[in-house]
């Protein structure tokens, strides 16, 4: 009986991972370019929709500010670990050695949800959200007015499916 169990799992563990690859293949990443917009993620006729932003604190500080929108019905996960099997947490870095982070990633206000694609409790992110990082700016940065490259990395899931974790590039203008 164990056995059959198993079989069961295995046939709808690889069913789960090839219509995950179907999906990724018939609903591709499409990216808008205007100048702040990092990406617009479409799946089953849904969006994420992302901003970057740029405070300048003084004194060679500022927060990368990411702000974002997604539609009724789906989902970002937090920033925070949630767990052994829980999904990889949403997370971004700025790619420049010139920009340090200099503490840890903050967040909007989560939703707590039934999330059917973990069997679990999840926080999550819903309509509006925001994430952020105070960094600390190199002086051969400073004036440069030169942009920033990132990575935004999430997984956006309804309570059934979740997408693979996605990886966005993204620049930012870091100004003094």
């Excluded at 089953?44 to 702000?67: C, M, R, S, V």
């Excluded at 990633?105 to 989560?110: G, N, R, W, Y």
Aim: proline share 3%.
């Amino acid at each position: 009986m164990l056995q059959k169990f198993t079989n069961s799992l295995k046939l709808l563990l690889s069913t789960i991972l090839i219509f995950t690859v179907f999906i990724a293949t018939f609903y591709p990443v499409k990216a808008n370019t205007t100048s702040r917009k990092i990406s617009s993620f479409q799946l089953f006729e849904t969006n994420l929709q992302l901003y970057a932003e740029w405070i300048n604190l003084g004194e060679n500080k500022g927060i990368a500010k990411l702000h974002g929108r997604v539609s009724n019905g789906f989902h970002i996960y937090s920033v925070e670990h949630q767990g052994k099997f829980s999904p990889e947490p949403t997370t971004f870095y700025l790619d420049d050695k010139r920009v340090i982070p200099s503490d840890e990633l903050k967040e909007s206000t989560t939703s707590e949800v039934n999330d059917e694609a973990f069997g679990m409790r999840l926080r999550v992110h819903k309509g509006d959200f925001w994430i952020s990082r105070q960094f600390t700016v190199m002086e051969s940065l400073i004036g440069t007015r030169k942009p920033v490259h990132g990575m935004f990395i999430y997984q956006i899931c309804s309570e059934k499916i979740c997408s693979l974790p996605i990886r966005k590039e993204f620049e930012l203008l870091i100004y003094d």
